[in-house]
C-alpha cells in the first residue's frame, strides 16, 4: 500500500531532525592559523646587509693577503645568498604564510648567513676603517634581531597549529563517542485511519452444460 501524504510528512521531519542532531555533533572548524611574516621581518635587513656589504674596500684594509681574500670570499658569499637564494625562499614562504616549513627554510639560511658576517663583522673591527666596521656591526647586529624575530614567529605558529590538531582530534574522539552512545531514533507510527477491507472476490459461475443430444433409433425389422 503506497505512504499516505500525512507518513511521507512525518519520515521527513524525522530526518530532518536527524541531520540536525548528526550536524550538531561535528566538530567546530579550527580558528584560521596566523600567518607568518618572513619578508616583511627580513627583507628591511637584508637591504641594511647588502648596502654595508658594499661599502665595504677590502683591498685597502690593513691586513695580511691571506685575511683580505677569506673575507673577500666571505661577501662574495654574502652577496650570492642575497640575489640567487634568498629570493627564492622569501617566494615561497610569501606564498604560503600559513605553512612553516618555507619560512623554516628562511630562517636556516639567515642563521648561515649571519655566521658568515660574523667572520667578516669580526675582521673588519681589527683591518677596516671605523666607518666600514661600524656599518657590518650594524647590519650584523640587525640581522640577529631579525633572526630571533622570525624564529619566535615559527616557533609560535607550530606550537599553535599543534594545538589546532590536538583540539581537532579531541573533538573529533568526543563527536564519535557521543554518536556511538547514542540511542537508535524510536520509529514513529503514524495512525492513517482503518484500513479499508480488500474488495470481495466474485464467484465464477459454473460453464452451462450443452443440452443432450438424443440419438434417433434405426429401422427395426
Known amino acids: 500500500m503506497p505512504s499516505s501524504p500525512r507518513s511521507m510528512l512525518s519520515m521527513a521531519g524525522f530526518a530532518v531532525a536527524l541531520a540536525a542532531c548528526l550536524h550538531a555533533q561535528q566538530p567546530a572548524p579550527p580558528a584560521p592559523a596566523t600567518p607568518i611574516p618572513s619578508s616583511s621581518i627580513v627583507q628591511p635587513v637584508l637591504t641594511e646587509v647588502q648596502r654595508s656589504i658594499s661599502a665595504l674596500n677590502i683591498p685597502r684594509w690593513k691586513a695580511p693577503g691571506e685575511v683580505k ?26 606564498a604560503t604564510p600559513n605553512a612553516v616549513p618555507p619560512a623554516f627554510l628562511v630562517y636556516r639560511n639567515i642563521d648561515a648567513l649571519y655566521d658568515v658576517l660574523l ?13 666600514e666596521a661600524d656599518g657590518v656591526f650594524s647590519a650584523l647586529s640587525k640581522l640577529e634581531s631579525a633572526r630571533s624575530q622570525l624564529g619566535d614567529a615559527i616557533f609560535n605558529a607550530s606550537q599553535q597549529r599543534e594545538d589546532q590538531v590536538v583540539n581537532l582530534e579531541a573533538a573529533v574522539r568526543a563527536a564519535a563517542q557521543a ?31 450443452p443440452p443432450a443430444t438424443s440419438t434417433p433409433a434405426g429401422p427395426t425389422g
Open 119 to 131: 667572520r667578516v663583522s669580526q675582521t673588519a673591527s681589527l683591518a677596516a676603517p671605523q666607518t
Open 179 to 209: 554518536q556511538a552512545q547514542a540511542p537508535p531514533p524510536k520509529a514513529s507510527v503514524v495512525d492513517d485511519g482503518p484500513t479499508p477491507p480488500p474488495p470481495a472476490k466474485k464467484k465464477k459461475k459454473p460453464a452451462a452444460k
Open 69 to 94: 681574500n677569506a673575507a673577500q670570499q666571505n661577501t662574495a658569499s654574502i652577496q650570492r645568498d642575497l640575489s640567487d637564494t634568498l629570493p627564492g625562499l622569501l617566494s615561497k614562504a610569501d
